[in-house]
């Protein structure tokens, strides 16, 4: 599993110019899964975002997480986070897993967050989206499980 992390002040999905998840403060991830991912990975994968120090406390340092801060996170499908690009000018998409394992992994992972106890918001799995956001910070941060 990989995924593109972005602190955001705000962002939305729009899946045929309607909004199919919206959130304020919190985090944008860009998700994909690989081949041999499994609900193992979802269970950590959902508790590295839901823990993951990237808000700032009152000295301003990273040291919050969306549980501590309260704030949300908006998960996007995107198998092109799994790609490769070491050949060639053109991705190899031969590490993301099936659509349909993906799929029913990526609902999992929603579920997981909202378990856990963050609000969490979601993009379409196989749509074609427009993502909007405002990153915070900027801080973007990779993630590999």
Known sequence: ????????C???????ARVAGEIREGLVALVAFEKGDD???VARTADKLARLRIFGDRAGKMN?????TGFSALL???????GSTCKGHRPSFDPALEPEKA???FARLVATMEEIGVRTESG???????VE???DGPVTVMLEI
Not at 64 to 68: M, Q, V
Not at 76 to 82: C, G, I, K, R, S
């Open 124 to 130: 379409v799995f196989g749509a074609h989206m427009s």
């Open 1 to 8: 599993m990989r995924a593109v992390i972005q602190r955001v």
């Open 103 to 105: 799929s029913a992994l």
């Open 39 to 41: 609900e193992g990975v």
């Open 10 to 16: 705000l962002a939305r999905v729009l899946v045929d």
């Open 64 to 68: 919050l997480s969306l549980l501590d």
């Open 76 to 82: 996007v499908p995107n198998f092109t986070v799994a």
């Open 133 to 135: 956001l405002v990153n």
